[in-house]
C-alpha cells in the first residue's frame, strides 16, 4: 500500500478513543480541518513533550477550527491515564494492531525500535495539506501544523 501523500484523501477509518467509544474519521470530514500526528508511545519523554504542546496549543487550533487527533498503539487503558495524567484536551485513539498506521503508511519501526512520528493536515474536505516527518523534533509537528492550519483559516 502506498504511503498517504500531500493531495491525497485521508482515509477512512474508525478506532477507539481514550474512553473506549469509536471515534469515526467521517465525522469530522467536511466539519473540521485535521491534524493527526502518529506517536510512538504514550509515556515516553519525547511523546509527552509533544502531546503537552499540542495541549498548550489546542485553544489556538482550536480557533482555526482545526481538531488534533492523536493515534499510538497502545490501549484504551493507556491513552486514559495518558490523557489524564497530562490533561490532554483532545482526542487519542487506541491502533494496538497498526491498521490505521499502515493504512497511512507510517512505519512500524524506525531504527528497528520504535515507531514512526508523522503529522497530517487535512482541509475541511479531508484532503492532505502537509506532512511533517520528524522522529526527535516533535516541537516542529506543532509549530508547523499550526502554521499551516492557520494559512487554511485565511483562505476559508
Known sequence: MEPVKIGDMIPHFSLPDQNGKIFDISSLIGKKKLVIFFYPQDGSLSCTREACYFRDMSE?????????????GQSVESHKNFAE??????TLLSDE????RKLFGVPSKIFGLIPGRVTYVADKTGKVVFIIDSQFNTQRHIDEALKIVLILKKND
Open 60 to 72: 489556538t487550533f482550536e480557533d482555526t477550527d482545526a481538531a488534533i487527533i492523536g493515534i499510538s
Open 85 to 90: 495524567s497530562n490533561r490532554l484536551n483532545y
Open 97 to 100: 494492531i497498526n491498521t490505521v
